[in-house]
């Protein structure tokens, strides 16, 4: 098993260095004179040129993707040339390893832009992926155990109909009704728990995270009921009921032990996408996370902050995947690793 | 055999009324075409320590009969109706709870396939002890020591160890061995064996058949197995019932219905069975045509459209009346034909064909 990671965790990191070196190139082909937007609108041509250097936009492309990894294992300062550093020793900041670079235009380097921004996804995804779960599967079960009855068709029929509105029509819905208008939930903003303590962190997390979770539900739902069908149409069910079992035991133990299995594959993966942010609640409920910075980091081509939260958020994916397929290992018996 | 810790439990008082009693038993579904009679009307009866083979091709009723034994119709859309007594007690009146308790306890069944029988995700012996937990209140260290007994009884080596593999670690011969060990675990009364060893190569077969009587002798089980292959009927039943489209269509002494058979179907199931050691001269016929529609079965008798003997019978009885399952010619013989003299047909026509040496010795 210990080979398996170590191979996988080695493919990882070659993905990751692939994925880094893209997104390096898709930004260098894309007819936006970087430096200008990072100096600013009133900039001379000089005052360009020189940003371009202090930020090493003058050099080529792999050299700029080599100082970024270099950067990853080893740390490294900026303004990137050392000439400018030399010229001018009170605007160097150091950027430990593994260092993602540095947004001049939030004057931070990125480690620190997503230090603020990652609790706040997390914690979001977090409490989103636990009412998805907890609602998916429920539902698909009890859908799946009244299949073809109006408890059924309602469940599939309503979470369809949920997934169908785009996520920013209900985030503002429930904003408006839920939070301003009945006042049932305070106007969520995002307290950290050393701030306000589990309850006020958690209890403004309950809209954003539902709004997210909705998203997801219809299609856990359905996962949820067709798995559930299909185990249960299965012979060892038969096995279980002549065995003289309890229907309550047939369904859990050995019913939804088998409908499971690809459940965790699809939540792990699904997890591991909304770690790297939710754009579209995230702007909604104006929370501070790795999706607003994204979209800030694009609009304003701050390049250095893009290309961290890329890397970051592929990073999830791969170790997402070890994680789900070593997991997998220990779901079901029958899978060797290897 | 060795290391037999049960002691036969005695047998019930004989009192006149069978052990296992069931009176026209009909399993129907209704679906958006119409309702399938998947059993439509069945009866036999079974005595303690004997064994009755139900044989019949795919879709002739014969799984969904025991399953409505096992009440493993009951919570799906199926109507079940007639009788089913077993020891006096008659199972379709009893509540869902009251019969799940007998489940797998007085009544228990052998299945086809162990590998898709069995859960894969859950060890063999966890799965045995399931079983056993289920109807005794033991912990886990006791149910451990009976079903390492169990599985040493059936003969499978090791049992201690290979109470923690999986279903996928077994061989097809040793699976189906943990089946019955699962199946025997409670000492049940009435084993309904379904098609045990088609999934098996021969040489195992014949083991887990030998295996399956000398339990039966031991525990004094009455046992149903339910297969299409008439040598396995040969080798183990007192008596055979053979099915067709949801009906018996003959039922007697196993030996009775084997050497003189009344009803061109059961023919054709004989005329199908290889036989390695048989004359070269002997052919094997197959039955033509498909099993019947169960939604829109034949009119009169279900088997006439693939019966090669309708000729036989005069005007047009075999397309409108459905014959009654009535005595044969000899005693404790029934079967469902029009045919007026079948012996003399099978002994003329059916018998030289399929064993030429028979056919010279009668």
């Known amino acids: 098993m210990w080979a398996y990671a170590a191979r996988r965790t080695a493919i990882g990191l070659v993905l990751l260095l692939v994925l880094s070196f893209v997104t390096f190139v898709l930004f260098f082909a894309a007819p936006v004179d970087q430096a200008r937007y990072a100096c600013g609108k009133q900039c001379t041509e000089e005052q360009i040129a020189v940003t371009e250097r202090a930020l090493g936009y003058d050099k080529p492309v792999y050299e700029q993707w080599g100082a970024f990894v270099k950067g990853i294992v080893a740390g490294r300062q900026f303004p990137a040339d050392p000439e400018v550093r030399a010229a001018a020793p009170e605007t160097v900041s150091d950027c430990a390893a593994p260092c993602l670079g540095y947004s001049k235009l939030n004057a931070k380097t990125v480690n620190e832009l997503i230090g603020d921004a990652a609790p706040i996804s997390i914690a979001l995804a977090l409490v989103a992926v636990v009412m998805w779960l907890i609602g998916g599967v429920s539902l698909g079960i009890l859908a799946a155990v009244t299949k073809g009855s109006i408890v059924d068709r309602g469940i599939v029929g309503l979470t369809l109909v949920a997934y169908a509105f785009p996520s920013f029509f209900i985030g503002v819905f429930m904003l408006k009704y839920v939070a301003i208008r009945w006042e049932l939930v305070p106007l969520p903003r995002y307290v950290s728990i050393e701030d306000g303590g589990v309850f006020t962190w958690l209890e403004n997390l309950l809209l954003p995270g539902f709004v997210l979770a909705l998203l997801f539900l219809a299609g856990y739902v359905r996962m949820t009921r067709a798995f559930v069908l299909e185990s249960l149409s299965e012979d060892y069910i038969r096995t279980a009921r002549a065995k003289g079992l309890k229907g309550r035991v047939v369904l859990f133990k050995h019913g939804l032990r088998a409908a499971l299995t690809p459940l965790v594959t699809m939540t792990g993966l699904d997890l591991a996408g909304l770690l790297g942010g939710a754009i579209i609640t995230e702007s909604v409920f104006a929370y501070p996370g790795l999706g607003l910075l994204t979209v800030q980091a694009s609009n304003a081509w701050d390049l250095p902050t893009i290309i961290g939260v890329v890397v970051l958020a592929g990073a999830f994916v791969i170790v997402a995947n070890i994680i789900v397929d070593i997991a997998y290992a220990f779901i079901d018996p029958r899978v060797r690793l290897g | 055999m060795t290391n037999m810790t049960k002691s036969s439990p005695t ?352």
């Open chain 2, 11 to 362: 047998p019930t008082a004989t009192d006149g009324t069978p052990f296992l009693e069931v009176d026209n038993l009909k399993v129907h579904f209704p679906t958006a075409d119409g309702v399938v009679k998947a059993t439509d009307g069945l009866s036999f009866n079974l005595e303690r320590g004997k064994t009755l083979g139900i044989v019949g091709e795919s879709g002739s009723g014969k799984s969904v009969s025991s399953s409505a034994i096992l009440g493993l119709h009951r919570g799906t859309n199926a109507q079940v109706s007639g009788e089913i007594r077993l020891d006096g007690v008659d199972l379709l009146s009893l509540s869902n709870e009251e019969m799940r308790l007998r489940r797998g306890k007085d009544i228990a069944m052998i299945f086809q396939d162990p590998l898709s029988a069995m859960h894969p995700y859950y060890s063999v012996g966890v799965q045995l002890a399931e079983a056993y937990r289920v109807h005794n209140n033991v912990n886990r260290k006791a149910a451990r020591t009976r079903v390492v007994e169990m599985l040493e009884l059936v003969g499978i080596p090791q049992p201690d160890r290979r109470y923690d593999a999986y279903p996928h670690q077994f061989s097809g011969g040793m699976r189906q061995r943990a089946m019955i060990a699962m199946a025997l675990i409670n000492d049940p009364t009435l084993v309904i064996a379904d098609e045990p060893t088609t999934a098996l190569d021969v040489t195992v077969q014949a083991q887990i058949l030998d295996l399956l009587t000398n339990l039966q002798k031991e525990f004094n089980t009455a046992v149903i197995i339910i297969t299409h292959d008439l040598g396995v009927v040969a080798e183990m039943s007192d008596d055979v019932l053979v099915m067709y489209g949801g009906r018996a269509v003959e039922y007697g002494p196993c030996r009775e219905v084997l050497t003189h058979p009344e009803m061109p179907y059961t023919w054709g199931l004989l005329s199908s069975v290889p036989d390695v050691s048989a004359d070269t001269n002997a052919r094997m016929v197959p039955i033509p045509g498909n099993p019947p529609s169960l939604l829109n079965p034949p009119s009169g008798c279900a088997f006439h459209p693939r019966c090669t003997f309708r000729d036989e019978v005069p005007g047009d009885l075999c397309t409108t009346v459905l014959p009654e399952l009535e005595p044969a010619s000899r005693p404790g013989h029934l079967k469902r034909c029009h045919l007026a003299d079948p012996d003399r047909i099978y002994a003329k026509q059916v018998l030289p064909e399929i064993a030429p040496d028979l056919a010279k010795e009668a």
